[in-house]
């Protein structure tokens, strides 16, 4: 990318495991567009992962954070503040865990404990990070907040499990929140519903090879990928997006359009 459309701008972006995590890709896309930030993960995720990597190769800092405890966000915000010395202009959240699809657990058959823990990490924790930035008034006047969904929010997708419900909550904070931080602190918050990604997150949901050739014959412009997003979000942390707010923006090559494509259809013997 070309256009230094994020220069001077500093945030935080969440949950750049390796290599092929959306945040990682978005990381290096907002470099690329100029702007600096904190990187963060979860303590377990830092010590698994290769974000020190990521961190080296950007000049950033790394903070890490259990996005579910309001200590560790406190604390985070504060320090990245401190690190960009000034507040911020874009939150990028790009978390997602269910341990029912973790373990194997079916829809009909849910370990409640860990949805619930599950709901905490993939949804409720948006609505900690932006309470918490709303609290310490951490965000610039025409500030971005992002996060990532999936059309599974939607549309029945089976094997997505509780995550999808996950991803409805989460879409819905985005509405809820976003209202009070247009109002009160004329911050955008808005989520992204991606294709589906080879990720660490996304090779956890059963059948995913099949699935991801499945989207790319329905979508148009075929799956984009996490580069793609990355660009995408880019442009949603920039000024030319200023009004656009509480929005479920699909970046998905057209899948959600599309009712049926020919490939689809082509795919299909008549006789069965
Ligand atoms: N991969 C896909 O197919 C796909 C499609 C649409 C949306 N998404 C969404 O994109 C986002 C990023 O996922 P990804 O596909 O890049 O996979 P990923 O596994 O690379 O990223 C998920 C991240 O969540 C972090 N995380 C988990 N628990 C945490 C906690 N308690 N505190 C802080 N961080 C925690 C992980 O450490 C990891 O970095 C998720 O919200 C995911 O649901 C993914």
Aim: hydrophobic share 40%; with cysteine.
């Amino acid at each position: 990318m070309s256009y230094k459309i994020l220069e001077g701008k500093k945030g935080i972006i969440f949950g750049a495991l390796d290599e092929n995590s959306i945040a990682w890709k978005t990381a290096e896309s907002v470099t690329e567009a100029g702007g600096s930030y904190v990187l963060t993960n979860a303590p377990v995720a830092l010590r698994m992962g290769n974000i020190n990597i990521l961190a080296e190769n950007t000049g950033s800092q790394v903070i890490a954070a259990d996005a579910t405890n309001t200590e560790d966000l406190e604390k985070l915000i504060v320090k990245s503040q401190e690190i960009l010395g000034s507040k911020l202009d874009f939150v990028l959240h790009s978390i997602g865990m269910s341990l029912n699809v973790r373990k194997g657990r079916h829809y009909t058959d849910l370990d409640y404990g860990w949805t619930t823990k599950g709901w905490d990490i993939s949804a409720l924790s948006f609505h900690k990070l932006m309470q918490c930035l709303y609290q310490k008034d951490a965000m610039n006047k025409w500030g971005s907040i992002v996060a990532l969904t999936y059309v599974a929010a939607q549309r029945t997708f089976p094997n997505y499990n509780d995550m999808a419900d996950n991803k409805a909550y989460l879409e819905s904070i985005a509405r809820s929140f976003g209202y009070f931080f247009g109002k009160d602190k004329k911050v955008r918050v808005n989520t992204i519903s991606q294709s589906p990604t080879l990720t660490t997150a996304g090779k956890g949901v059963a059948g995913l090879d099949g699935f991801l050739k499945y989207a790319e014959k329905m979508s148009p412009l075929g799956n984009a990928t996490a580069k793609e997003c990355a660009d995408y979000t880019v442009s949603l942390f920039s000024d030319l997006t200023r009004k656009v707010t509480l929005q479920n923006l699909f970046h998905d090559g057209g899948f959600s359009g599309v009712g049926v494509s020919q490939e689809i259809i082509d795919s299909i013997n008549p006789s069965d």
